[in-house]
Each structure stands twice: as C-alpha cells, then as structure tokens.
C-alpha cells in the first residue's frame, strides 16, 4: 500500500484515481454479441453460453427440480443465515414505503403523487470467483416489496450447468420469479430485448465485470433502464487515534479480497495508528486464503496521514467513497458531516461487511466518486412516481390567466387556447 503524508490539497486528485473500467475498447465486441441475441433470441444465448461459460445447455430456465435439489444441498446454517439477512433487508426497505399526500396549490387545483412498482425488472448476479448470493437478496427483496410483477434473474451457470444452491436458495426466499442461466453480455441482451425463454424487463439491476457494464451502457441508450454506472468496490476509512489497527487493517482487507481492481483508502490523523494498520494488514494478510488477490489490489490501495479530523473530513466528500467507514471518538458528530457517500458505517464495531450480508441496509452502491450524484439501490429503485392534478372550474378560472399569459410569453398559441376555451365555458 502507497503511503502519503499530509498531502496538498492539488494533489488530491491524483491521489483519489481509481481504477476505471475501459469499456470504450469493447464497444465493438459488445455490440455484436447484443444483435445476435436481439436477432436469434435463444439460440444465440445457448451459443453464446457455449462459447464463453464453457457449457452446452439444453434450456435457459431453471427447473423447479433444480430448486428443490438446491434448497437439499444449502447447510442448514447458511439456510438460517440467508433467512436472517433477508428479514433483516426487508425491514430496512419495507420502512421506505412512500406515502404521498394530496396538496391544494391553488383554490380548486390540487396535485399529488402515486408510486407504482416498476413491472418488470431484471436482476444479473456474477459468476466470477464468489456465488454472490448476498447480492440476490439486495435486489429481489425491494423488488419485491416494491410490488414488480415479474422479477426475472440471470446468473452464469458452471460448466456442468448448474447454478450454485444458495444462489437458487436465496433467489426463492427473496421472491424470484424465475431463474435462467445466461451469463455475461448474452444475460444482458436477453434480459433488455427478450427472447423465447427470457422475458424482455424494463430495467436492469447487478454488478459484473467490464464486459456486462459496457452491455448495460448500451442497452441503457434506447431499449431499457439500468440501476446506475458500476465500476470496481471502494471502500474509505476515516480514523483517529482512538481506533484499533486491527479493526482497521480487517476493514481494508475484507475490500481487498472482492477484486485486484478493488480499492482500499485509510485517512487518518495519528501517525502511530497508521504504521500499526500496515503491520496489522501484513501479519492478516498472510492469513487469508484469497491474499495473492487482496495483495494485488492492495497495489491499488493508499494510506494517507492528514493534518487534523476537518482536513479527513473534506478528504473523504472528496473521494465520495463506496463504503465510508468512520472509526473516530465522537462518530455520530463527523457522520453529520458526510455528504458524499454511498454507505457508511459508524463505530469500532460495523464493520463494511456488515451492510454486505445482513445489517438490512443495500450493498448495492455507486462507485467511482458517483456517490456526489447517485444514491445506492433502495426502494425507490424499483418504483416509478406518477403525478396527478385535478382542477375544477374555480381552479381554473384562478389559475387559467397565469397559464395564458406564461403560454403568450413562450409564443404557444395552442397552449394558451387549451386554457382559452375552458375560461369561455
């Protein structure tokens, strides 16, 4: 890990780059494989799974035999784990319901909201080097208590063309419609444009690598919405004195081990603190079973010395972090402070994989400094907010000369005379 002591604040730019996915180099690549599923529905994805997932399949659709097989071959702890988290997830978003109310803005004109769930949405869990089955729980449970109608999941099979049980365990329990094994930019098409087997979905939701978010950037032009930009996991810590090296040193390894291109930041006050975390990060890393992965993305990673906690706290809405995890004596006093964040864990004992698995809160967040413009998945990202007015004829008759004469000054004759006609009833 890069050590930087007290920088400038020119130099923070430089300091706070990550590493971006280039998804310009595969627009071409992307496209293709996009049209040939848009063309040749299924054939192409089974294709496509062939080629790429190394698996010849018969069907796209999990059975309901590989469902209950699933639910046999899932530990009964991990069953009663995933059972906790999605409880736990459902309580945090069943408390984002919207409840909107009618308001009179004018005598006789009254508007108001109504949110309604987004129909049809599509969920992608990665392959990779994890069964990321937590991510499942994310998505579907707010979809579900959003009220969507038809909540489809595609996930890359292994090369015996299965998908992995506590996937299909945690997709049944948080409410999936169905489940199809489809993986990379083949899942995406089929999810954005339809096929045979994979119903067409109006937005996108889940993380993949560079290939599945350029697929998303392109389907997202014209044929379907997507959740937001995606690029590799973050995670900041702000620390003082008061904290524990250990504590820290965890928090930046349970970071380092999602990725090589993942990013781990400590910005921190005390000097002592932060040679202690480099030798806490050594002595655990050698411990860990996934070390030569977290080693590489340690490269990636930072340990930067600051002045005082006002210059940490600037530092950090800077960076605008996936994860802010803030390990200070008075925490709940800098959490009022942060502004540009996806999530954002408080005290010596919430550590980032908390709002991982099961603390309820989504894992699901922006990356990338996106954090100063985008919120995380929640509740609202499986909903849509219709809004309604009704006017009578005193409204009218109030409001109707403001709407003439704004229509007069925009030189829309036509708008004017909708008001117009109404006034000489």
């Known amino acids: ?82 059972v906790t988290a999605y409880r736990n997830i459902s309580t945090f978003h069943a408390a984002q319901r919207f409840e909107g109310r009618k308001v009179e803005t004018t005598p006789g004109v009254c508007c108001w909201q ?115 930009p995606a690029g590799p996991s973050e995670v900041c810590v702000l620390a003082d004195e008061t904290a524990r090296p250990a504590f820290v040193a965890a928090d930046l390894l349970s970071q380092a081990e999602h990725g090589a291109d993942s990013q781990a930041l400590l910005i921190t006050t005390s000097r002592t603190l932060l040679e202690a975390t480099i030798q806490e990060v050594e002595r655990q890393l050698a411990l860990l079973p996934r070390r030569e992965l977290a080693a590489r993305s340690l490269e990636n990673s930072r340990l930067v010395l600051v002045k005082d906690l006002d210059t940490a706290v600037e530092m950090t809405n800077e960076y605008a972090p996936e994860h802010l995890i803030v390990e200070t004596e008075d925490y709940l006093t800098v959490a009022e402070r942060v502004v540009n964040a996806g999530s954002v864990f408080l005290g010596a004992y919430a550590p980032e994989s908390a709002g991982d698995y099961a603390s309820g809160t989504n894992h699901t967040l922006p990356t990338n400094g996106y954090a100063k413009a985008y919120s995380g998945v929640s509740l609202d990202s499986f909903i849509r907010k219709i809004t309604f007015q009704e006017i009578t004829r005193e409204g009218i008759r109030r409001l109707g000369p403001v709407i003439q004469e704004m229509a007069a000054g925009e030189q829309l004759d036509a708008h004017k005379n909708a008001v117009t006609v109404r006034m000489n009833d």
Do not use: H
């Open 114 to 228: 109504k949110a309604v769930a987004i129909e049809k949405v599509g969920l992608y869990i990665p392959g990779g080097t994890a069964p990321l089955f937590s991510t499942v729980l994310m998505l579907a449970t707010p979809a579900r208590i959003a009220g969507c109608r038809e909540i489809v999941l595609c996930t890359p099979p292994n090369r015996e063309g299965r998908i992995p049980p506590a996937i299909l365990f945690a997709a049944r329990t948080a409410g999936v419609s169905r489940v199809f094994k489809a993986g990379g930019v083949q899942a995406i098409g089929a999810m954005a444009y339809g096929t045979e087997s994979v119903p067409k979905v109006y937005k996108i939701f889940g993380p993949g690598n560079q290939y599945v978010t350029a697929a998303k950037q392109q389907v997202s032009l014209c044929d379907v919405a997507i959740d937001m």
């Open 1 to 82: 890990m890069k050590t930087i002591y007290y920088p400038e604040r020119s130099e923070w730019d430089s300091l706070f780059r990550r590493n971006t996915m280039n998804t310009e180099a595969l627009r071409e690549t992307v496209r293709d494989v996009l049209e040939r599923v848009r063309t040749e529905g299924d054939r192409a994805v089974l294709e496509l799974e062939e080629r790429f997932d190394k698996v010849r399949l018969d069907t796209l659709c999990v059975s309901e035999e590989e469902f209950a097989e699933a639910e046999t071959l899932v530990s009964p702890a991990l069953k009663e784990a995933i």
